[in-house]
Nanobody, 116 residues
Framework: QVRLVVSGGGSVQPGGSLRLSCAASGLLFRRYGMSWYRQRPGKERELVSSIDKDGEGTFYADFVEGRFTISRDDAREMTYLQMNSLKTEDTAIYYC?????????WGQGTQVTVAS
């Protein structure tokens, strides 16, 4: 059974940094791309960043503006999202995601709050 466990959220001031981690199990990790989504209060869930199975292709939403970096460690079956220069509008629940054989799998989400 595919399982994604997210950690690393918290509260920071504007301009601060956080690193989110996603531990995967139940799948041959190196064969699958991984993504981070977020859901801001009152908004739809949106794609933040993704990384392909080789770790060579990455995508970032426009609002990231070079502040976030996605990475993966296939040996540890981990995906990371390093978030720098956080803004109040980055406040959201962040989710790890992958798709395997047409099925979507989500981590439990972690709250990121950016406030003075």
């Amino acid at each position: 059974q595919v399982r994604l466990v997210v950690s690393g959220g918290g509260s920071v001031q504007p301009g601060g940094s956080l690193r989110l981690s996603c531990a995967a199990s139940g799948l041959l990790f190196r064969r699958y791309g991984m993504s981070w989504y977020r859901q801001r209060p009152g908004k739809e869930r949106e794609l933040v960043s993704s990384i392909d199975k080789d770790g060579e292709g990455t995508f970032y939403a426009d609002f990231v503006e070079g502040r976030f970096t996605i990475s993966r460690d296939d040996a540890r079956e981990m995906t990371y999202l390093q978030m720098n220069s956080l803004k109040t509008e980055d406040t959201a629940i962040y989710y790890c995601h992958t798709r395997r054989i047409g099925n979507d799998y989500w981590g439990q989400g972690t709250q990121v709050t950016v406030a003075s």
